[in-house]
């Protein structure tokens, strides 16, 4: 899948989302979830090796006005909390940034950047089957650490994928096995 979109998309896919797309474009399997749709690029490319893939979005208008990368089973809902199926692999571009407080759910993490992603993390983990991988995206402005920890403590098997320097972040691709 090339790294374009369309002017007419109201949603744009992000550098974070170009960053994960070229490290997951060979994953296969039955079922995938991709947790913050957003502009539905991954979403899109998970649907070319999954046998069902779900989106899903917090903000139900991103979901309505995707255009060049809409696809099926989109769901409004925190994190992964409607769905009740167990997926071979889930994605998530976290909302990373440490901030006093939540101004924009597509970006802001909470204190540290963990409060909002430790929401995802207990969603997805319901989610995610036996030997499942979650692929994740935080930050150099996160404590991506406590992140990792969190993810272990919840009995995922982790390591950081790779690392990519941004003019004032890094950032940091982590896989976790369940």
Known sequence: ???KFSKN???PPSEDTFFIANNIEDEKGEYALDIGS??????KLLSENFSM???TDINCDVLQHQSSYKTQNLICCNGSDALKIKFDFIVCNLPYLATDEILDIATDGGAEGFEIPKK???SAKNNLKENGKF???????????????????LGLKTQIVEKKKLFFEEL???EAIN
């Not at 692929?135 to 403590?153: G, M």
């Open 1 to 3: 899948m090339q790294n």
């Open 9 to 11: 998309d109201e949603y």
């Open 38 to 43: 957003g502009s539905g690029y991954l979403t």
């Open 53 to 55: 893939v779900v989106g």
């Open 120 to 122: 995802i993390f207990d």
């Open 135 to 153: 692929v994740f995206v935080t930050s150099s402005l996160s404590n991506y650490q406590k992140l990792i920890d969190y993810a272990q403590k």
């Open 172 to 174: 940091i691709l982590v």
